[in-house]
Structure formats: C-alpha cells, structure tokens
C-alpha cells in the first residue's frame, strides 16, 4: 500500500515545491520510485523563468526524464552520495532590457533547484542528447545560438576515488556546432578551496554563415562564407591562470550578393570587415591570422 501512495506524495511535493519557488514555475508530470536500487526518475519536467511584473513564463529548462539515485559504487569507498542522469534536456540562457545578468545568475538558480531534488552530494552527473541555448529577444534580428546534440560526463567529483591526485575529477562534453564539433575535456579538483583545474578544448570547422544573426546583432555585418575553429588550454592552481585561445577563421568571405539590400552604412562596415580580413589572411592557407593569446593573472 506504501509503495503505491509514497509516489504521489512525492509528486504532490515536488510539484508544490517547484510552483512556489520565487521567480519560477514548474511541473512534473510522473514520479517513478525505485526503492531497489534507491533512484526516482522525474518524467516530463519543465521549469520556466516568471517575470516579476508581467507574470509571463519564458522557457529556461526542460527535460524528458532527470534520474536521481545512490551511487552504489561509492559505497564501496565508505561514502554514500548521488548520481544525476539527465535524458534529453533542453537549458535556454536568455538576455532581457531587465536582467543583463541573466546567463550567470540563471546557472546558479538551476543549481538551487537541483539540490531540492537530491538531498545527497553529488558525485557524478550524465547528460545525453542535451540542446543549449542563448537567446536574446531584445536584439535585432533576434539571437539564438546553441549547442546540439551535446553529451556531458563528470565522474568524481567528490574526490571519493584518488583523493590523492591533485586533479580527481573528470569533466567530458561533446557536441555539435552549425556543422562543426564541439570537444571539452577537464581534469579538475572540485572541492579545492581557489579553482584548480587543466582544460582542453576545441571547436572545428563550425559554420559562420549559421552564425550570421549573432554576426548582424553583435557585430553589424554578415557573412557569405566562412568556417570558425577555436582551440583553448587553460589551467588554473593557487588562483593563477595560465593558457591560450587560438581562434581561424579559413575562406571568409563577407561581402557578396545577399548584402545588395544592405544600408549604406552596413556596406561600409562590412568593407572595413572585409579589408581587415585581406590584411590579416594568410594568403596560401586561406586562412585568417591565428591569434595566439596568453593570459597569466591572479585573483
């Protein structure tokens, strides 16, 4: 009899703590209780953004299912703690004319709301098929940017396994950029007390021309043709930084019949573009000068 109520009374707190939380409203539409291998999955969740004033909802996260349990492999190590799976999440970072701080301060509400779900620490966290975006409504033309198809692994966070290495935890993430890839790999220690961590990452051969809203609301000009890689290093310890970002830019082109209609003024922004281009491109790789820039700073 316990086992069939307790799933609706979990339900009925989740969904009550969800819709009371101050600048948010959620719902989830089943709970499914695995009390064999101490897990619950939320099944159909969505958690909107309210505005203050208006009371309008705008889409900051959703998800098929969110499976929360014990990680059982822990327990091997003496210390009892959770593990997330998040299946086919979909986390919208907006800008507004209100909260120009938006994409910092909704990454730490998200995290607020998660520790209502999982009362244990966090050890290790999956997301499989992930949509990311950035949009900005108040821009013109209006901006969404995202990543697709992205999958994000972290494993010991909690240091409960090589407690002794300087760097424990892993961090992995893959995923698809306008026709490019996306790689991310992070050796980190989370629970050191100034950031400490080794990060490696790349993006190859992304489209520009998929970039050309961003490009004209950011930037005031557009593009024909081109593909954007980036490839970074950076480590941190004892609150240094150290590392580089190397951003090509290979067969840009920025002017060409698309821009006919284009004002006067955006035509002269895209020449100065354009020339910037041609004085920086390495002619027999086609390729923009890679900028190679190294950074060293503390706290």
């Known amino acids: 009899m316990i086992r069939l ?12 703590t969800l819709a009371e939380m101050k600048g948010y409203y959620g719902h989830i539409k089943d709970i499914e209780l695995s009390v064999y291998r101490g897990a619950y999955i939320l099944n159909n969740i969505y958690i909107n953004k309210v505005d203050p004033i208006s009371k309008k909802q705008t889409e900051f996260f959703k998800s098929r299912d969110i499976d929360l349990s014990v990680e059982w492999g822990a327990l091997l190590h003496g210390s ?3 593990e997330l799976v998040f299946d086919s999440p979909n986390l919208t970072f907006t800008k507004d004319k209100v909260e120009l701080g938006d994409v910092g301060k909704d990454g730490g509400d998200f995290r607020k709301l998660l520790k209502h779900f999982m009362p244990l620490k966090v050890n290790s966290f ?20 995202s990543l697709k198809k992205t999958h994000i692994l972290a494993i010991n966070l909690t240091n409960i396994t090589s407690n002794k290495i300087e760097l424990p935890s892993t961090v992995i993430a ?3 950029v306008y026709e490019g890839v996306l790689n991310f790999t992070m050796k980190i220690n989370a629970l ?5 961590f080794d990060l490696n990452a790349e993006i190859r051969n992304a489209n520009l021309v998929l970039f050309n809203d ?10 024909n043709k081109g593909d954007f890689s980036l490839y ?19 067969g840009l082109v920025v002017l060409g019949q698309q821009n006919k209609n284009d004002s006067i003024f955006t035509k002269i922004w895209e020449v100065l573009v354009s020339l910037a281009g ?3 491109r390495n002619q027999q790789k086609n390729q923009l000068a890679e900028l190679m820039s190294n950074v060293v700073f503390e706290k």
């Not at 109520?5 to 009925?12: M, N």
């Not at 999956?126 to 940017?145: C, F, G, L, R, W």
């Open 5 to 16: 109520v307790l799933p609706y009374a979990v339900l009925h707190y989740a969904n009550k």
């Open 80 to 82: 009892l703690v959770g």
């Open 126 to 145: 999956e997301v499989k098929d992930a949509a990311i975006h950035y949009k900005d409504y108040t821009s013109k033309p209006k901006v969404d940017i």
């Open 174 to 176: 893959q995923a698809y």
């Open 192 to 196: 050191a007390d100034d950031p400490t």
């Open 214 to 223: 961003f490009l004209k609301a950011y930037g005031g000009f557009d593009v």
């Open 232 to 250: 970074a290093e950076i480590a941190a310890k004892n609150g240094k930084f150290a590392g580089y970002f190397k951003p090509v830019i290979t």
């Open 278 to 280: 041609d004085i920086f």
